[in-house]
């Protein structure tokens, strides 16, 4: 019973060190899912509190940050689910893929804050990709697998953002008057 206890302490001591310090990115991204603070501060919570339960699963010195990203977006569709707000909504990627004819090049002296807006102009599904590639700097074999669909989609998804985004980025860079290099 006594070697119980101190192996309790040896897997709390590597949750400290590998999970602990990741608990600002993991937010970032409940954030950014949820749209609500104080939901995404809940979202945290659980997602720290599942990790622990289950931190006997995780191998130490891997991808602490994917894998508990991947508990995040299991807990958050979990959550979608029981509140009804699960939409299942048509793929219309093609169609959007099919209205962006041209390609302009993203204007060099825009904000972080004005990049935000526009991110939160594209539908969710290029959004959230492009937010964990680009942003969050996940591989697409990670994105693959936090949102459970196959890598080619993960690819087609993050092409079809970056492009709508940097149509989004030219049209605001536009009504300030700054004029697209290209």
Not at 33 to 61: G, I, M, N
Not at 64 to 72: F, G, K, Q
Not at 174 to 179: C, E, K, L, N
Request: net charge negative; aromatic share 10%.
């Amino acid at each position: 019973m006594f070697g119980i206890g101190r192996e309790r302490e040896k897997e709390w001591a590597t949750f400290e060190a590998e999970a602990l310090p990741l608990m600002a990115d993991v937010f970032r991204v409940a954030k950014y899912l949820v749209r609500d603070v104080s939901e995404a501060e809940d979202l945290t919570q659980e997602t720290f509190a599942q990790a622990l339960k289950s931190f006997h699963r995780y191998t130490p010195d891997t991808n602490c940050r994917a894998w508990l990203v991947t508990i995040l977006y299991h807990l958050n569709s979990k959550r979608r689910y029981k509140l009804g707000r699960l939409k299942i909504v048509e793929d219309a990627e093609e169609q959007i893929a099919q209205t962006v004819a041209f390609e302009p090049p993203i204007p060099e002296r825009l904000t972080d804050e004005e990049i935000l807006q526009a991110l939160e102009r594209i539908p969710k599904q290029f959004r959230e990709v492009v937010l964990l590639t680009d942003v969050e700097e996940f591989s697409y074999k990670e994105v693959a697998e936090l949102l459970q669909t196959p890598i080619g989609t993960v690819m087609s998804r993050l092409h079809r953002g970056r492009r709508l985004l940097r149509q989004q980025l030219t049209e605001y860079a536009r009504t300030f008057g700054i004029a697209a290099d290209g």
